[in-house]
């Protein structure tokens, strides 16, 4: 099963990638909403669409207002977006706002629940994540394979969520600043590449995958790749259009 990667860096777009939005097609399954949305529409394989937002920000939930063009002249069955009750309220009376974007896109709004089942053999969990305003990661189970999302926390050795992604076959792990921005990622909730990589390491996963990384990096390498190589070899920096196998 094939995760694609159609937006990895985070607040704003730039020439070579969109805000964060991962989609299994054959799952109809997609992690956060952010402008990569559109893309969704090439890859709608099956007639359910599942969202599950990590959170509330606007660079991961502006892709929900594309849902017009995304199902234009699709037969979808349901089209749901998950997330945390205060999340999905802030969604509804701010972004939805009728100064704002005054149609309601055609899908429901659903709390997210303790555990869900996608169908009879994928299970996903979520968990707290520490971030301004609130985040979530989560974690897919499918036979003999897994992977997490992780992503708008600030990664360190002694994070909670650690025993939750434990194990996994493929972690996708936020990674906004390079290694001496410490102080500016613990402000805005997000991670430096060597505490990431101790992370993918420590929690004994078997690949590792970079993304939300800085839009206004004019670097091909914006965080420092083989930092993170020299502590979790397998480490790959994630860009927009890259497709992985779980």
Known sequence: ????????????????????????????????AGTGMFR??????IDTLDIFLSHAHLDHILGITFLFDVLYGKEMQAVR?????????AIKEHLF???????????????LADQIEL??????????????????????????????????TTAA??????E???????????????DGYEQMAKKTGHSCVTPVAQVAKAAEVGRLVLVHVNPLSPDVDPVGLETAQAIFPNTVLGTDGLELEI
């Open 1 to 32: 099963m094939k995760v694609h990667f159609l937006g990895t860096t985070g607040y704003h777009p730039n020439e070579h990638r969109h805000t964060a939005c991962f989609m299994l097609p054959e799952l109809g399954l997609v992690f956060d």
């Open 119 to 152: 169908d009879q053999q994928a299970k996903l969990t979520w968990f707290p994540l520490q971030h301004p305003g609130g985040s979530v990661g989560y974690r897919l189970d499918l036979p003999n394979r897994s992977m997490a999302y992780v992503t708008d």
């Open 40 to 45: 969704v529409r090439e890859h709608l394989q």
């Open 97 to 111: 706002n009728e100064a704002i974007f005054p149609v309601m896109p055609p899908c429901e709004f659903v709390e």
């Open 81 to 89: 977006v998950h997330a945390e009750a205060d999340k999905i309220t």
């Open 157 to 162: 050795l002694d994070a909670d969520y650690i």
């Open 164 to 178: 939750k992604i434990r194990g996994v076959d493929l972690l996708i792990h936020e990674c906004y600043f390079p």
